[in-house]
T-cell receptor, first 109, second 116 residues
């Protein structure tokens, strides 16, 4: 079966750095997405990785290793507004999106 | 209005009721999706429409009936639901259907459905 694993919940301190991991086992791979979802709101696109390596976008970076079936989202200089759930999703060989259950990130002052 | 809108935002219905959820996208996209989001579970894809034709139906019970009258509007008709159907129902759109790579989905705010 296809599976996406990510931690259920993480806690970090304002101003610090946090890394949210995502591992996947899917039938094929055509890219990996990270979405952010604030409580009661719609998920919004953060990043897309299809090649190995690190993609940096401001305070957020996303890393991919296809050989390890692994990705992480790195958030720097954490702000209170970063408190949200972070969803990992993989496009499989049929270009179907397989979603993880999301990681709830709690930022403390 | 911009982006993807959904109405109503909250809905409480009894198991014998019939109601409809509405989604509208103002992005000129060709594909629209219905998802079910339950607490601590992955997003479940329910239906996909591409150019107003249903292209995906992931074994969803018949008590959920989608309708896509045009590329900007998507409905989810509900009847004789069960308490376990209580969840957040999200609508999304993308430029093209999931059959193409590198696509990004734009989500609406969702309808919080409670079945009593």
């Amino acid at each position: 079966g296809q599976n996406i694993d990510q931690p259920t919940e993480m806690t970090a301190t304002e101003g610090a750095i946090v890394q949210i991991n995502c591992t996947y086992q899917t039938s094929g791979f055509n890219g990996l997405f990270w979405y952010q979802q604030h409580a009661g709101e719609a998920p919004t696109f953060l990043s897309y990785n299809v090649l190995d390596g690190l993609e940096e976008k401001g305070r957020f970076s996303s890393f991919l290793s296809r050989s390890k079936g692994y990705s992480y989202l790195l958030l720097k200089e954490l702000q209170m507004k970063d408190s949200a759930s972070y969803l990992c999703a993989v496009l499989d060989s049929n270009y179907q999106l397989i979603w993880g259950a999301g990681t709830k990130l709690i930022i403390k002052p | 209005e911009t982006g993807v809108t959904q109405t109503p935002r909250h809905l409480v219905m009894g198991m014998t009721n019939k109601k409809s959820l509405k989604c509208e996208q103002h992005l000129g996209h060709n594909a629209m999706y219905w998802y079910k989001q339950s607490a601590k579970k992955p997003l479940e894809l329910m239906f996909v429409y591409s150019l107003e034709e249903r292209v995906e139906n992931n074994s969803v019970p018949s008590r959920f009936s989608p309708e896509c009258p045009n590329s900007s509007h998507l409905f989810l008709h509900l009847h004789t639901l069960q308490p376990e159907d209580s969840a957040l129902y999200l609508c999304a759109s993308s430029q093209d259907w999931a059959g193409t790579p590198s696509y990004e989905q734009y989500f609406g705010p969702g309808t919080r459905l409670t079945v009593t």
